[in-house]
T-cell receptor
Framework: DQQVKQNSPSLSVQEGRISILNCDYT??????FLWYKKYPAEGPTFLIS?????DKNEDGRFTVFLNKSAKHLSLHIVPSQPGDSAVYFC??????????FGAGTTVTVRA | GAVVSQHPSRVICKSGTSVKIECRSL??????MFWYRQFPKQSLMLMAT?????????EQGVEKDKFLINHASLTLSTLTVTSAHPEDSSFYIC????????????FGPGTRLTVT
């Protein structure tokens, strides 16, 4: 049973524009959320996270928004750059510190 | 900081043999390490959690006798796929946390296992 869902398998965006990646979760016990970036044949690298006590966290070009009532979070990347082309995974965790991952969204930034 | 390595990066083995994959935290002590498996175009699925010096905790549906995990030190965990079969072919990734009660995991580069 997939507790974290990324319903868009792919996203194509022009360089300089905003990329918006969405993630939904079903487990109300999740209280910490993370976004990871992954290149082919490599492990995921941590991007940004947010605790359930916040609704927004910003780090440079990356901003994560959390809507607890809707069990929804999103990652905004602005401006998008060619190096941002990768697979982005949303992950969620509860008090056991285990991560549940979404299926990923492949982002392609067009020049 | 927070670098995790895996060895080997790729391995091809014959059906019925066993394969060992190493996961090392290079610049920090990893109290907890996790092992994941990723099928093509799918999510990372947690297989097991290992704490240094204790037995690993396996997720439901993961055969502990098939996937042997040893976390002998604070910088090394190993996953041994015993009597490998073609359906075990997958991308195996480990991660480590640098402290207690830490949500943020640092991932290794992964190991591509192909069983022929």
């Amino acid at each position: 049973d997939q507790q974290v869902k990324q319903n868009s398998p792919s996203l194509s965006v022009q360089e300089g524009r905003i990329s918006i990646l969405n993630c939904d979760y079903t487990n109300s016990m999740f209280d910490y959320f993370l976004w990871y970036k992954k290149y082919p044949a490599e492990g995921p690298t941590f991007l940004i996270s947010i605790s359930s006590i916040k609704d927004k966290n910003e780090d440079g070009r990356f901003t994560v928004f959390l809507n607890k009532s809707a069990k929804h979070l999103s990652l905004h990347i602005v401006p998008s750059q060619p190096g941002d082309s990768a697979v982005y995974f949303c992950a969620a965790s509860g008090d056991d510190y285990k991560l549940s991952f979404g299926a990923g969204t492949t982002v392609t930034v067009r020049a | 900081g927070a670098v995790v390595s895996q060895h080997p990066s790729r391995v091809i083995c014959k059906s019925g043999t066993s394969v060992k994959i190493e996961c090392r935290s290079l610049d920090f002590q990893a109290t907890t390490m996790f092992w994941y498996r990723q099928f093509p175009k799918q999510s990372l699925m947690l297989m097991a959690t290992s704490n240094e010096g204790s037995k690993a905790t396996y997720e439901q549906g993961v055969e502990k006798d098939k996937f042997l995990i040893n976390h002998a030190s604070l910088t090394l965990s190993t996953l041994t796929v015993t009597s490998a079969h073609p359906e075990d072919s997958s991308f195996y990734i480990c991660s480590a946390t640098s402290g207690l009660n830490s949500y943020e995991q640092y991932f290794g580069p992964g190991t591509r296992l192909t069983v022929t």
